[in-house]
């Protein structure tokens, strides 16, 4: 890496160090969102952002905003960032990287002189994994406007804690303003998928999310006795199940190579071995970049399992349980990052992302773009998720001339 | 009903009774083994036994015998019988008809004055559900020599309270031997199925019992992001349970009618529905009465569940968890109870049952057969489990003559 900006060195013992807040055995963190470990790692990263210079502040949610300040006080800040919470059994990047990476950027900023027009801000967001507050990417939901705060700090953990309980304990309810105006937010992230690995890239130039619906499907028999019902008599869901699991696949077939659909969650009643199941349940998680094919996917899933169910006596019901539109990044962001890439001399790809990430909210109601890097084998939400030291810092070099190009430099 | 012997008046009067003991708010009765209402129904049954003039005794896992004198003293009785017990939310049938049954034949024969050469007794016997302790056809079983009583007795219930303890505190561990040499054993029962009730038949003279063979299919793929992963890098196990599904279903067709199999207890892993799954499991009940024809669907089901498997990159495992032999019940019984239905000029039929009864396990030992009755809708283990007060009597009746023709009267 010629005429590098960041400190890779610098960027992965920041990586490794946050990882020991909440370590695991296997090598990985937990860091649960507003748990203790969640603020013993904001207090890590507060502590190098106060010491690069940077003011902080925290909206009611705890969505943490470190600002640089830029040489235009009224100008909107380009914000950089992601989240520091963890799975239960998290690995050491998975958002992390992306808070780590802004925080970098700074550094950058301050070790090369550089002042921006725009102030340039990073961001850690309350709850992305959803995890012990079964709601993910909740602090940017709310930031955004798709979640009412009131209706998120009643939502409670398995012991009953609730967030709001947790924002106040945790002195993390601020004041700072929801959906403030941004220049441009841009978030830094592992691939989470084995793309970029198979094809060899080193950044992915993420154009946007894929669009993601959840459905319940419920398949309805009549129990039976398994011994004394003859196979004529009987209303198997197992069959429907069979023709229905067939129908979504081939049909997903039919799509590749950009749909994704998995049916999981899979149960049946009673819990008996020997009685025809009454009722079969699955959910089937179904993704496509374009909100129209994926309208088009959701008439044919429930057609065919109308058809499954039909086609052997049993009811069906197809219930959506969670609806998110693809998200379409802006082009100046994705154009600053692919630009950035090409300067660096980086192989990269456009990519589509297959996760939600905080972006797709901030996405909502400012510019946004995203930077993918390759992870080992595309291996993510596990204590084994690895990357190449390299592989961070080239990530985190694009973001630096990404953010550089849309906060601006001295005219 | 021309000539009829027995009354079919007491034996509805005494079903109803019986059935108010642990009754239901739905019409049913709970009655689960060795429990204190298993003990006030056995209490009413040992009263109205020893009315009619019987002796009791009971062997060391609670089997109750009532015996009317035979002519021989020493000649192996005729033995009736069936159980008391029922499920939680049980029929007024299931069981209870058959030893209710047993003692009207005891009735029937004093109101007529009839000696038999054998003895006759009506058994009761110990926890046929397996509902409360987990074993079924368990006093059967332990009389036959299938289960050893030091193993049954070490058997507890959910609150821990053991077989053991159970039987010493009813006073159930009698001393009478197992397996002594029976003439013959009939078991009247309701069909528990709707095939009598569709063909319109009063009896079924029942041949034997299906073979049972239980098996734990799992289907192991890879646990996989279900938005990043594309869809030709995964191993997903809904893939290889619907071809599975599908293959097992084909399989049971082509041996129809007299298979049954049933698919039931599915469930995946994890519990994610943004997850593929990394396992897939999943029952199957395989019933068939001929043990060869058994043996090969045994051997067709793990060639299709492994077909099923590689076809998608998945792993699999096959385990027999529950395995019963089929049974042929004896021809002179069965002779016994066909010659019965043609002198009652009842309408009837051979059939197979679908379902385990204790005549399987006294098979073993002794000369056995048994009858069924329609029942509506061929619903049981329910409260609403229904035969007619008519079809009640024309069983009691059958098993009448059966019972005498093999206990046998003054030369």
């Given at each position: 890496?010629?005429?590098?900006?960041?400190?890779?060195?610098?960027?992965?013992?920041?990586?490794?160090?946050?990882?020991?807040?909440?370590?695991?055995?296997?090598?990985?963190?937990?860091?649960?969102?507003?748990?203790?470990?969640?603020?013993?790692?904001?207090?890590?990263?507060?502590?190098?952002?106060?010491?690069?210079?940077?003011?902080?502040?925290?909206?009611?949610?705890?969505?943490?905003?470190?600002?640089?300040?830029?040489?235009?006080?009224?100008?909107a800040?380009?914000?950089?960032?992601?989240?520091?919470?963890?799975?239960?059994?998290?690995?050491?990047?998975?958002?992390?990287?992306?808070?780590?990476?802004?925080?970098?950027?700074?550094?950058?900023?301050?070790?090369?002189?550089?002042?921006?027009?725009?102030?340039?801000?990073?961001?850690?967001?309350?709850?992305?994994?959803g995890?012990?507050?079964?709601?993910?990417?909740?602090?940017?939901?709310?930031?955004?406007?798709?979640?009412?705060?009131?209706?998120?700090?009643?939502?409670?953990?398995?012991?009953?804690?609730?967030?709001?309980?947790?924002?106040?304990?945790?002195?993390w309810?601020?004041?700072?303003?929801?959906?403030?105006?941004?220049?441009?937010?841009?978030?830094?992230?592992?691939?989470?998928?084995?793309?970029?690995?198979?094809?060899?890239?080193?950044?992915?130039?993420?154009?946007?999310?894929?669009?993601?619906?959840?459905?319940?499907?419920?398949?309805?028999?009549?129990?039976?006795?398994?011994?004394?019902?003859?196979?004529?008599?009987r209303?198997?869901?197992?069959?429907?199940?069979?023709?229905?699991?067939?129908?979504?696949?081939?049909?997903?077939?039919?799509?590749?190579?950009?749909?994704?659909l998995?049916?999981?969650?899979?149960?049946?009643?009673?819990?008996?071995?020997?009685?025809?199941?009454?009722?079969?349940?699955?959910?089937?998680?179904?993704?496509?970049?374009?909100?129209?094919?994926?309208?088009?996917l959701?008439?044919?899933?429930?057609?065919?399992?109308?058809?499954?169910?039909?086609?052997?006596?049993?009811?069906?019901?197809?219930?959506?349980?969670?609806?998110?539109?693809?998200?379409?990044?802006?082009?100046e962001?994705?154009q600053?990052?692919?630009?950035?890439?090409?300067?660096?001399?980086?192989?990269?790809?456009?990519?589509?992302?297959?996760?939600?990430?905080?972006?797709?909210?901030?996405?909502?109601?400012?510019?946004?773009?995203?930077?993918?890097?390759?992870?080992?084998?595309?291996?993510?939400?596990?204590?084994?998720?690895?990357?190449?030291?390299?592989?961070?810092?080239?990530?985190?070099?694009?973001?630096?001339?990404?953010?550089?190009?849309?906060?601006?430099?001295?005219?």
């Amino acid at each position: 890496m010629s005429g590098v900006r960041v400190s890779p060195e610098r960027l992965w013992s920041r990586l490794m160090e946050m990882a020991e807040v909440g370590a695991t055995p296997a090598g990985g963190s937990n860091r649960q969102a507003l748990s203790d470990d969640d603020r013993a790692g904001r207090d890590l990263f507060v502590g190098w952002a106060e010491r690069a210079g940077c003011s902080i502040e925290l909206d009611p949610v705890g969505n943490l905003f470190a600002r640089r300040a830029g040489i235009d006080a009224d100008a909107a800040p380009v914000v950089l960032g992601s989240h520091l919470d963890t799975q239960p059994t998290g690995g050491r990047f998975d958002g992390v990287y992306g808070v780590l990476g802004g925080l970098e950027v700074v550094e950058a900023l301050n070790d090369h002189g550089i002042e921006t027009q725009a102030p340039v801000e990073v961001a850690v967001w309350t709850n992305e994994e959803g995890s012990r507050f079964a709601v993910s990417m909740m602090g940017s939901a709310v930031w955004a406007g798709v979640l009412a705060l009131d209706e998120v700090r009643a939502i409670t953990d398995r012991s009953g804690v609730s967030v709001g309980a947790e924002l106040d304990r945790l002195g993390w309810a601020g004041s700072a303003a929801f959906a403030k105006p941004l220049r441009a937010y841009l978030e830094l992230h592992i691939e989470q998928g084995p793309i970029l690995e198979a094809s060899g890239s080193s950044i992915g130039v993420v154009t946007g999310v894929q669009g993601i619906r959840w459905f319940r499907v419920t398949l309805e028999g009549f129990p039976a006795h398994a011994g004394t019902t003859p196979m004529d008599r009987r209303r198997d869901p197992s069959r429907s199940l069979a023709d229905a699991l067939s129908g979504l696949h081939e049909m997903a077939s039919a799509h590749a190579p950009q749909v994704r659909l998995t049916p999981a969650m899979l149960a049946s009643e009673p819990v008996s071995s020997n009685t025809v199941p009454g009722c079969i349940t699955f959910t089937v998680d179904l993704r496509h970049p374009d909100a129209a094919v994926l309208e088009g996917l959701d008439a044919e899933l429930r057609a065919r399992v109308a058809d499954a169910a039909a086609a052997h006596g049993c009811g069906h019901r197809v219930e959506v349980i969670n609806d998110c539109a693809p998200v379409v990044f802006d082009d100046e962001c994705v154009q600053a990052v692919e630009s950035a890439a090409q300067r660096c001399g980086f192989a990269y790809e456009r990519i589509g992302s297959g996760a939600g990430h905080d972006a797709c909210h901030v996405a909502l109601t400012a510019p946004a773009g995203m930077i993918f890097v390759p992870c080992q084998d595309g291996l993510s939400h596990n204590e084994a998720e690895s990357i190449e030291p390299e592989a961070a810092a080239r990530g985190a070099e694009v973001l630096f001339h990404a953010a550089l190009q849309l906060a601006g430099t001295a005219p």
